[in-house]
T-cell receptor, first 112, second 110 residues
Framework: DTAVSQTPKYLVTQMGNDKSIKCEQN?????MYWYKQDSKKFLKIMFS???????INETVPNRFSPKSPDKAHLNLHINSLELGDSAVYFC???????????FGPGTRLTVT | QKEVEQDPGPLSVPEGAIVSLNCTYS??????FMWYRQYSRKGPELLMY????GNKEDGRFTAQVDKSSKYISLFIRDSQPSDSATYLC??????????FGKGTRLSVIA
C-alpha cells in the first residue's frame, strides 16, 4: 500500500512544452511538498501546501504552478520547459510543517 | 554559517564496520531530528527520527542527538553492502519546513 505516489516516474520532453506531475498521499497528512533534486543530489524545497493552501513558495520561476484539489493530492504543472528544469522532482507529505516527511518515489524529468 | 552542515563524503568502509555519520547545526531552535536514507534512483526514506537529546536505537541503527553541542549522529553497526546509499540528516523547528543536510554518500564494500 503506497503511502506517497507520483506519476509519471519518467518524463522526457522537449524545451518549450508544458507538463504535469501528479502526487497522492494516503497517510491522512495535512501538509504536502514539492522538492527538486539536482544532479548534485541536493534537495531543494519548492512549495509547501497545508490543507490545500499554499504556505511556502520558494524562489521558483512562475512557470511552475502547484495545485492542490484536495488534502491528499498535490500536482505540479510546468509551463515552457527549459533545459535547466531537468532534475528529479519529489513529492512529500507530513502531519505538519517541521515534522517528519514521507517522500514519493520521484519523477525524473529530462528536457531535451 | 549554513544552518546544517553535513560532510558529503564519499565514505567507504568494509563490510562489518561501524559507520558514523554526522551533522552539525547552528540554530538551537531545532526540535526535531531525522535521518533519511536514499538509494540511487529512489526517494528519500525516513530511517529514524527523534525529538530529544540522547540516543534512539532501532536494530543496527542508533541516532544520537546532542543539543548542547548542536550535533547529531547516525551510527550503523555491522554495516552491510545493502547499507550503501546517501544518508541525509533533516532538522525541524516549529511550523517551518525541514532543513536538510546535503547528504553523505556511503559505500560498504563486501
Amino acid at each position: 500500500d503506497t503511502a506517497v505516489s507520483q506519476t509519471p516516474k519518467y518524463l522526457v520532453t522537449q524545451m518549450g512544452n508544458d507538463k504535469s506531475i501528479k502526487c497522492e498521499q494516503n497517510l491522512g497528512h495535512d501538509t504536502m511538498y514539492w522538492y527538486k533534486q539536482d544532479s548534485k543530489k541536493f534537495l531543494k524545497i519548492m512549495f509547501s501546501y497545508n490543507n490545500k493552501e499554499l504556505i511556502i513558495n520558494e524562489t521558483v520561476p512562475n512557470r511552475f504552478s502547484p495545485k492542490s484539489p484536495d488534502k491528499a493530492h498535490l500536482n505540479l504543472h510546468i509551463n515552457s520547459l527549459e533545459l535547466g528544469d531537468s532534475a528529479v522532482y519529489f513529492c512529500a507529505s507530513s502531519q505538519a510543517q517541521g515534522r517528519e516527511q514521507y517522500f514519493g518515489p520521484g519523477t525524473r524529468l529530462t528536457v531535451t | 554559517q549554513k544552518e546544517v552542515e553535513q560532510d558529503p563524503g564519499p565514505l567507504s568502509v568494509p563490510e562489518g564496520a561501524i559507520v558514523s555519520l554526522n551533522c552539525t547545526y547552528s540554530n538551537s531552535a531545532f526540535q526535531y531530528f531525522m535521518w533519511y536514507r536514499q538509494y540511487s534512483r529512489k526517494g528519500p526514506e525516513l530511517l529514524m527520527y527523534t525529538y530529544s537529546s540522547g540516543n534512539k536505537e532501532d536494530g543496527r541503527f542508533t541516532a544520537q542527538v546532542d543539543k548542547s553541542s548542536k550535533y547529531i549522529s547516525l551510527f550503523i553497526r555491522d554495516s552491510q553492502p545493502s547499507d550503501s546509499a546517501t544518508y541525509l540528516c533533516a532538522l525541524g523547528r516549529g511550523n517551518t519546513p525541514l532543513v536538510f543536510g546535503k547528504g553523505t554518500r556511503l559505500s560498504v564494500i563486501a
